[in-house]
């Protein structure tokens, strides 16, 4: 932060596969700097506009989560309200409702007083890239095989990917991305993430439905760790989620 713009906070964003920590990282250096945190998990569009979505563009967007779920308008708004932020400025910081599957009222949004020390964005899918060639990637999953037979989907996720979401990287002025040792690791640390927001055992049924859910992230995560993220920082992560080498 010491080596960011003067004019206005600086935007750091971090990225990572489900459950890797990011959301936590990014909430603790805040407490710990002064800086905001905003996620993307609380960025998604609505459930009403992503059944638009599902109807004119593919029924998988009705599933959030992937580029194209989210409002990016509107994560523009809140970073420009923080960048000019007073001392006595009071900001809004949106919420979604998992639950509801929906984005909160505004009477839940979080706020955020003053002028923050930077804005932390975590988010899964910041930096990653499109495709190195254009041979079609095999469906990495039962998911894409069965719901997208003919890539649809995917290509437009790509093509969301290469857009907007690349723009947003590009207004970043650092990210970091905390690289799992491999995407098998994903369902269990999307599992015990579950279980302590639950405080208690998943049920095997439970645990099926996050499987299946995290197959709508498996083709862009696998990318992402095979190096098809654009990163200042790579943190290499263990099963344990602890820190084995940083390349900076």
Known sequence: MEAGPTDRPPVIGIAGAQGSGKTTLARKAAEAFGAVQLSLDDLYLTKAERASMAR????????????????????????????????????????????????????RWRRFRGRPAAILIDGWCLGALPPTADIPEPPPNALERREDPDGGWRAS?????????????????????????????????????????????????????????????????RRMIDGGVRADTVVQLDRNRLPVTIIP
């Open 56 to 107: 004119d563009v593919h029924p998988l967007f009705a599933v959030r989560g992937p580029p194209g779920t989210h409002d990016l308008d509107l994560l523009d708004q809140v970073i420009e309200a923080l960048s000019s932020a007073s001392a006595a400025t009071e900001t809004m910081l949106p919420v979604f409702d998992k639950l509801a599957d929906d984005r909160a009222p505004q009477d």
């Open 157 to 221: 996720v790509d093509s969301f990917a290469a857009g907007a979401y690349r723009a947003l990287a590009g207004r970043l002025d650092a990210l970091a991305f905390l690289r799992a040792p491999g995407f098998e690791v994903v369902l269990d640390w999307r599992c015990e993430q579950e279980e302590g927001l639950r405080g208690r055992p998943l049920t095997a049924g439970e645990r099926r439905d996050i499987a299946d859910f995290i197959q709508h992230f498996e083709r862009l995560t």
